[in-house]
């Protein structure tokens, strides 16, 4: 085996300087992303060792493959060597002292401890800001987190809120793998933060000039053949950390520079094609047999382990060989020399493979490889039978811990072939984790079990009933989907487990997949095995009354709610009376039923059973979503507060994600745009695995784009909102995304297209009888019917309408109605009636509030006084306009401003906020916002009711000011 220096840093040299530049400047946050063994740690190393001296802290924190329920636990173990950085405790932010229990090693530096809160969501909240005020009192320091690929949810949020809100000292660098993961690492992160630099440094493999002064550097020679290079490149597609191992493993002594080809018939002799395995064995033959022992240990562990645990599956040589003699106990086996033993040599073993640079000290006093390539190379050179009784080894170190660390037993167990304590050890840690509010790692981890087909038959009913039940709370179900439909197939699951499995796989298609149309007829056939089982043929009744899915009737829904209130009467199960409970509440409230809220009055939120609050969680998010549908939002509120810190404190992912996504409507429609396309888009980068229940970020994103007048991306996002399929999505967003798209067609003059587009959803309405859902349609689809001079049809749609919400408890519905009152006297034409409706709803809407709405009954009203002559309209088109205007609203505020001019009457644009020469005005903004969007001129002029001339004009100004040449160039306005 050659020695060869230390590997350069080839090939980077303009990553180097983006990565210092950042780093350099702080607040910044950057993403080094590639492959594995592309370089992305020597990158970060190289760019720490060439800061500028000064006194900058540099934590260092790892994401471990294998890993236990311990949010944040990266970011910990950064902050757990900072003590000597920290000022007294006294000058240290109090909210600091949230820490002791954390950071038991700072636990003398810190600030007492305050007082626990009950909100987990708030106690969660406190931690994070403590970190923050604990980076802030470091100084300039630089938080580097490797391999965020294999992060917990926790540490993930935790670096979304730094990276959203870093203090300004703090550079938070993590390297990342992509390898076929959808949407960035980091989410909100990946967006450009005001004041922080936003950096992603995206790391290739090395081209053939790359690799040959890679490989020259390590031989000390720069006579490399083109042919030897080609070899190489070849052999290791580039990848740094490949070609350094494939290196390593040439001859000792390199053929002289007398036979130029001598060193590509090295690499021919190693066999085609040479792999890192070849290269990590020749490595491995020129180490002592205690060296090679604990390298074997260390590759079986996978994770970085502490001495003693390398020490303890190395093994003890001296003692008899076992492996392969049947089943093997948990006590010491050796495996002779050169085998995977050694206790009282393991320390001089770590030792040298340390000196030899094949293991690498990791911070705690862990060893490990420095690379995950270089573990799978070892492990998959062990024989068979050394492996085994190395996971047995582990296993038993590992269980005479203080704190087992459950899913790593698991792992070990199944390796060993001990599947008894496999599937022991994998159902207690998928328990832990689901107990610790992890959903995600508990269905990860059954998960795997059942993909494997060496489970045996028995073990997969239990564990497939526990998936399912994990997944009605998680998130993650393509997997899960895959799975119970492969079980379901087979014949070894009883009817009764095979009803709840079905009834499970049913509510994850509708709830999580957002599949209604798969998911319904799952639960319906469910209901079929369930005869004998009237508390779970409860919970599939109470599911299919919920109105919002499927395209019967209301009458329908009642009926089936009945049925699983009949059913859960007869069982004592507080569970289940808490999900039927929980349905029959949201049922209530989302019809505008006036009991509504004395239904929800009586969940039980403060019972002591996690299963029980679980379901008040869900019912709470529910409430929510209802509460903003019909317009009660300060009940959304308080429905919303109390969702969040019941999802957070008993792991229901879904409902969680489900009231984040309804509060971006719930924002939208009471004007909260500032920022809210980005919010809306950002939590969409999160439902990459589930799309179809992020609909309210569709929608909401869709009417974002209606209201500035980008067309194209409007009709995208609305169909994307359930307009695609709408017999199968959310009846109410579906129903609010035909509403935008109504208006859309009456805005661009598609008189045709929006009476379709109107009669298409009234019909869907209609069958469904939930009329309080019609408030974002009712009012334009009268208004496309008028227009298009079908007036008793809008009269009758009026009158139906008023029927259908009379006696509910649904202000946004009654607000609704005298607008669709307004468009009908409108067109009939009754100008003063119309004025007046118009004013009646502009106040219903205003005091909701739904600004938007209330801007756009300003206009009608406006238009009718127009109508009349009246002198007050100018002003209720001021008044509108600058609502529009406040909103963000530019397409609507345009059309005001037309009719303004139209009038006589000369409106000045609101003033932006920067000041300058070369700063753009307002217009100059929207025209710049369009031109971005790849908007033609005359487009632009039909966007904000300009001629195509002035349109010309501002361009040439904005092209001006922005110092660029072509409208290409021209980026959004910030």
């Not at 993590?174 to 922080?196: K, S």
């Not at 008793?792 to 009158?799: F, K, Q, R, S």
Request: a neutral charge; one cysteine or more; proline letters at 7%.
């Amino acid at each position: 085996m050659s020695i060869v220096p230390p590997p350069p840093l080839v090939g980077r040299a303009t990553e180097l300087r983006t990565l210092i530049d950042a780093v350099t400047r702080p607040p910044a946050v950057v993403l080094v992303e590639g492959e594995a063994g592309i370089g992305k740690t020597r990158l970060v190393r190289a760019a720490l060792d060439r800061l500028p001296t000064g006194d900058r802290a540099v934590l260092l924190g790892y994401c471990h493959q294998i890993r236990e329920p311990f949010p944040y636990g990266p970011v910990f173990e950064a902050l757990r060597d900072i003590r000597g950085r920290l000022p007294v405790a006294h000058r240290l932010n109090p909210v600091t002292g949230a820490l002791r229990g954390h950071l038991p090693e700072l636990a003398g530096a810190l600030p007492p401890s305050p007082q626990p809160l009950d909100d987990p969501r708030a106690e969660r909240h406190r931690v994070f800001r403590a970190i923050r005020a604990l980076l802030a009192a470091v100084g300039p320091a630089v938080l580097v987190v490797e391999d965020l690929h294999w992060a917990d949810d926790g540490t993930l949020d935790l670096l979304r809120f730094l990276a959203g809100q870093p203090p300004q000292g703090l550079a938070v660098v993590a390297t990342c793998r992509r390898d076929g993961v959808a949407g960035p690492p980091l989410g909100r992160a990946y967006r450009h933060q005001p004041d922080t630099a936003s950096v992603v440094v995206r790391l290739a493999p090395l081209d053939a000039s790359g690799v040959a002064s890679l490989a020259g550097a390590l031989l000390e020679r720069s006579d490399l053949s083109p042919g030897f290079v080609t070899r190489l490149h070849e052999r290791t597609a580039g990848i740094p950390f490949v070609v350094e191992e494939l290196v390593r493993s040439l001859p000792a002594s390199p053929p002289g520079r007398d036979d130029p080809d001598a060193l590509d018939r090295a690499v021919d002799r190693a066999g085609a094609p040479l792999l890192l395995r070849e290269a990590m064995a020749e490595r491995m033959s020129g180490l002592s047999p205690a060296a090679a022992r604990a390298v074997r240990a260390a590759a079986v562990l996978r994770l970085p382990a502490a001495e003693q645990l390398i020490t303890a599956v190395g093994g003890d040589p001296a003692a008899p060989n076992t492996a392969g003699q049947g089943p093997v106990g948990l006590g010491s086996i050796g495996l002779g020399p050169g085998g995977l033993g050694a206790v009282g040599s393991g320390s001089a073993g770590l030792a040298e493979a340390l000196r030899a640079g094949v293991l690498y000290e990791h911070p705690g006093g862990r060893y490990g490889f420095r690379h995950a390539l270089a573990q799978q190379a070892v492990y998959d050179a062990i024989p068979g039978p050394e492996r085994r009784s190395a996971h047995v080894r582990a296993m038993a170190a590992l269980a005479a811990t203080d704190a087992p660390p459950l899913v790593q037993l698991a792992f070990h167990a199944r390796q060993a072939g001990d599947t008894d304590a496999w599937v022991r050890h994998g159902t207690a840690a998928a328990q832990q984790a689901a107990a610790l509010g992890d959903t995600a790692l508990a269905v990860e981890v059954v998960e795997g079990m059942l993909d494997d087909p060496d489970l045996p038959v028995r073990d997969r009913g239990p564990l497939v009933l526990m998936l399912s039940r994990f997944a009605a709370t998680g998130l993650s179900h393509q997997r899960v989907v895959r799975l119970l439909r492969q079980v379901l197939r087979g014949d070894f699951l009883s009817r009764d487990v095979r009803g709840e499995v079905r009834l499970n796989l049913g509510v994850v298609l509708s709830n999580q997949a957002g599949d209604a149309a798969a998911g319904r007829p799952e639960i319906m056939a469910a209901l079929a095995e369930l005869d004998d089982r009237p508390t779970l043929a409860a919970r599939g009744w109470a599911s299919m009354a919920m109105p919002e899915w499927g395209a019967e009737s209301l009458a329908e829904h009642a009926e089936w709610m009945a049925r699983a209130e009949a059913l859960v009467a007869t069982a004592d199960n507080p569970e289940l009376s808490a999900a039927v409970l929980a349905n029959r509440a949201s049922f209530e409230m989302t019809t505008g039923s006036p009991g509504a809220f004395d239904v929800a009055a009586r969940l039980p939120a403060d019972d002591p059973r996690t299963g029980v609050r679980r379901e008040v969680a869900r019912a709470y998010c529910n409430l929510h979503d209802s509460a903003t549908t019909v317009g009660l939002y300060a009940a959304a509120e308080r429905f919303a507060r109390e969702g969040r810190r019941l999802a957070l404190e008993t792991g229901a992912q879904y409902p969680a994600f489900l009231l984040d996504a309804s509060a971006i409507r719930r924002e939208w429609l009471t004007g909260r745009w500032d920022g809210l396309r980005d919010r809306a888009a950002s939590l969409g980068e999160s439902a990459t695995e589930t799309p179809l229940i992020a609909v309210d970020l569709w929608l909401v994103l869709g009417l974002l784009a209606l209201a500035t007048g980008e067309w194209e991306e409007a009709v995208r996002q609305l169909h994307r909102a359930g307009l695609d399929a709408p017999e199968a999505r959310n009846v109410p967003v579906v129903t609010a995304a035909a509403g935008g798209l109504v208006d859309l067609h009456l805005a661009r003059g598609e008189m045709d297209e929006a009476v379709a587009e109107a009669e298409r959803a009234v019909a869907r309405l209609r069958r469904k009888g939930v009329w309080v859902w019609g408030a974002s349609l009712v009012p334009s689809a009268v208004a496309a019917f008028a227009r298009a001079g079908r007036l008793e049809t809008a009269a009758e749609l009026v009158d139906e309408y008023a029927a259908g919400i009379a006696g509910r408890v649904a202000p946004a519905a009654h607000a609704a109605l005298d607008a669709a009152r307004g468009a009908l006297a409108v067109a009939e034409p009754r100008h003063a009636d119309a004025a007046a409706l118009f004013a009646r709803a502009r106040e219903a809407y205003a005091a909701l509030p739904q600004p938007y709405a209330a801007a756009r009954a300003a206009e009608g009203e406006a238009r009718a006084r127009l109508a009349l002559g009246d002198g007050a309209a100018a002003a209720g088109f001021r008044e509108a306009a600058e609502w529009y205007g406040r909103l963000g609203a530019t397409h609507d505020a345009a059309r005001c401003r037309r009719v303004l001019r139209d009038i006589g009457v000369d409106v000045p644009l609101p003033r932006g906020g920067r000041r300058g020469a070369g700063a753009l005005s307002q217009r100059e903004r929207e025209v710049a916002r369009l031109v971005a969007l790849g908007r033609t001129n005359r487009e632009i002029a039909d966007v904000l009711f300009l001629s195509t001339r002035t349109v010309e004009t501002h361009v040439a100004t904005v092209l001006r000011k922005l110092g660029v040449r072509s409208r290409t160039q021209i980026a959004p306005p910030a």
